[in-house]
């Protein structure tokens, strides 16, 4: 082969590739840009989480004085729990619309369909997502309201 190589295209020179070496090549920058989403979207998550997490204890300490008197009232730890689910609903819900599941799932099976073999990321997928994305966004922003609820009213009206 390197004879008539050389005989019929002398100026260019003879090279041997194994077929898996190709492969492995062609597909190494891929494995590197998965690796990157990985650890990007890992750090975005840790992230959100701290700054649900932050904002969450800000809400509670603000609305601590409120939960001291509406326990002074009366009220039980599981109503005011009760009182802040629907806060807690209501920021599962956004950290869902923020998600954008949607159009990242389309952006994904757009990019996936350039390969020879893919797979289809169906909505299950997206919905099981969306589900994870709301519960740990309510047993993060519930942390908060269980703690603030449990609080002494006499330590929380105190310096009023």
Known sequence: MEKI????????PFETNMLDQDWDNLYKTEDRFGKLFNYFSGLSIIISCLGLFGLSAFSAQQRTKELGVRKVMGASVSGLMQADGKRICVAG?????????LLVGMAMNWWLK??????????????????LCLIVSMLTVSYHAAKAAMVDPVKSLRYE
């Not at 190589?5 to 260019?12: D, L, P, V």
């Open 114 to 131: 350039t390969y020879a073999y893919h797979v289809e990321v169906g909505t299950l997928t997206l919905m099981v997502a969306a589900a």
């Open 5 to 12: 190589s050389k005989h019929y295209a002398a100026a260019y």
């Open 93 to 101: 819900i956004d950290c869902c619309i923020g998600s954008a599941a």
